[in-house]
């Protein structure tokens, strides 16, 4: 079955700058006791300053320009990457854009809300509620009064996370094996809505079938993801036409990194640290500096084979870090000399 042949037969809109690289990290491997460590560059995909967002982004958002949408209408955390990302697709397509973004009550338009602003989005603001039904149904009653104006909107679910968009992470596998091989390899990546891991599953049931999938959540139970990722998988699958089954015990991910979504951990601060000290890579305290800190961590106690190359798949979010210019205070060795 030519399964690259059926995945471009999917409608979708070019929105990322394609193929993102591969940079090998050899001084972060050995603080990990990995033999090889790969970082796999999705921030570097363009769009808002890159992110793994942009990759959904361009399925999602194929279905409204066919539909001749106006506006754009999604959700999220205060300093959500699918929402600014939405937001930058929006006027890259010529389309308004109007946000649901829910959590703690701030003070400065900074990170990412403050390239909201850049963008042009209209926000609707939860105080103290990210709960994703209050934020869903904020968006639902959002829609329905554009549509009373007369406006034609498109609605897009938490994180991208459909189908459709899951297809996104099924292109990037074919990429990444264009770009590997197609040899034993071990894939961590950060899981929050659930569409990233369930094309990395599907994509390597059909371009990598010697990869394992290893998902570190920045919110939800292992549980609640393996049986949303179950579903996405299925839904992406029948876009492709192909047969994916897929159990929930398949699903691998690790839950014990999370803390409190949208709040830095210690240990993922000490991987933040870590990684640009030793890389010069950064990541961001809400989702790549926890994943990375899982994998720290799984490696370290052998969950991970230290002799199979693992990739780091990171998911972008650097606007992020501007917004946490406190946690990082300390670390500062700065001498202020006035003459």
């Known amino acids: ?13 070019r929105l990322a700058d394609l193929p ?7 001084r972060l491997a ?13 921030d570097k995909t363009g769009l808002a300053m890159g992110g793994n967002k942009a ?8 279905e409204a320009v066919r539909q001749g949408c106006d506006v754009l209408v999604t959700i999220g955390g205060t300093q959500s990457n699918h929402a600014v990302m939405t937001a930058a697709a929006a006027r890259r397509l010529g389309l308004e854009v109007k946000l649901v973004l829910g959590g703690p009550d701030f003070t400065r338009f900074d990170g990412n809300l403050l390239l909201d602003v850049l963008f042009g ?33 498109f609605a897009l679910p938490i994180g991208g996370s459909t189908g459709a968009g899951a297809l996104g992470y099924v292109r990037a596998m074919r990429e990444l094996a264009g770009q590997i091989g197609d040899g034993p390899v071990q894939i961590v990546t950060a899981v929050g809505s659930c569409g990233t891991l369930a094309g990395l599953y599907l994509g390597a049931q059909c371009f990598l079938p010697r990869a394992r999938v290893v998902g570190v959540s920045v919110s939800r139970t292992a549980a609640a ?38 709040a830095p951990t210690p240990a993922g601060q000490d991987a933040i640290t870590a990684a640009a000290q ?12 926890k994943s990375m800190s899982g994998l720290l961590d799984l490696a370290r106690r052998r ?14 979010g650097l606007p992020i870090v501007f917004a946490f210019e406190g946690a990082f205070r300390e670390q500062a060795v700065c001498t202020k000399i006035r003459r």
Not at 20 to 26: Q, V
Not at 124 to 152: C, H, P, T
Not at 303 to 316: C, I, M
Request: some cysteine; glycine content about 8%.
């Open 303 to 316: 969950v991970l084979d230290p002799a199979v190359p693992t990739v780091f798949l990171h998911t972008g």
């Open 225 to 262: 993801i393996a049986e949303r990722t179950v579903e996405l998988v299925a839904e992406a699958a029948k876009l492709l036409g192909i047969e994916a089954p897929m159990s929930a015990g398949e699903v691998e991910c690790h839950d014990g990194y999370a803390g409190d979504y949208g």
């Open 1 to 13: 079955m030519d399964y690259a042949q059926r995945l471009d037969a999917v409608e979708r809109v």
């Open 121 to 153: 989005a209209e926000i609707r603001y939860l105080v103290d509620d990210d709960d994703n039904d209050s934020l869903a149904s904020a968006m639902g009653e959002w829609v329905r009064e554009l549509r009373a104006a007369g406006r034609n909107p």
């Open 30 to 42: 050995r603080h990990a006791g990995l033999a090889r460590l790969m970082i796999k560059r999705e």
């Open 55 to 62: 990759r959904k982004l361009e399925y999602d958002l194929a």
């Open 20 to 26: 993102t690289p591969i940079m090998e990290a050899p």
């Open 278 to 289: 030793m890389e010069g890579l950064v990541l961001d305290p809400v989702y790549t500096g």
